[in-house]
């Protein structure tokens, strides 16, 4: 699985800024925030959208701060404490506040299936990041799908975990000039069919597969 594009971080980061509200649109409505593109984007300049619930608007304006962390801290480590300081972001006013950052106590199910997720483990956690991070024979772009689908089957968060799972994944795509990974409105129910059946199965190839041929964003300078 090689590398799709092949940016510079600066590049990369342009390429998000230019399209954030995009991103932010799809992010949102994969998790069920149901907000139309004229509404994000509305939500994003500041301003007033009359109708929508007060937790979808915070739910955009968290995304929004979430991705200004991960464009502008090229320094910081992929590690357990930036998966839960992007939980906070994602989260804020949304849950409980003894809940933000923190692996869930409580017991949660996925809609769409019988399977249960296990309680997360911070040890548990670390080393299996650890261990994906370091896999030498593999891209970045293979390493950042397979980080953000081992998340997303921990849910080691008591919600947002696909909107944590993906601005993590992204981290690592935009600062090695990988493109961005982004679930369009028209793939999102073949995503979830495919992302039930690695809930229950633990095999993640077909939705790797399919993410890598369909959900990443980009510019070929070759061709432009």
Known sequence: MQDKYNLTREQNVFIAKRNIVDYIWKS????GIGVTYPETQIIYDGGVVNGLTVDKIIAINNLKYAWQFILENEEIEYDYNVLCHIHKLVADKLVLEQELGRIRATPVSIGGTKWKPQFPIESQIKEELEDLLNQSEKTKTEIAIEIMLSVMRRQMFIDGNKRVAMLFAN????DNGCGIITIAQDDQET?????IKYYESADMFDLK???YEHCIDGIDLNND
């Open 191 to 195: 995503f979830y069919e495919k992302l």
């Open 209 to 211: 597969k399919f993410i």
């Open 171 to 174: 981290k690592i795509m935009i």
């Open 28 to 31: 949102a409505n994969l998790e």
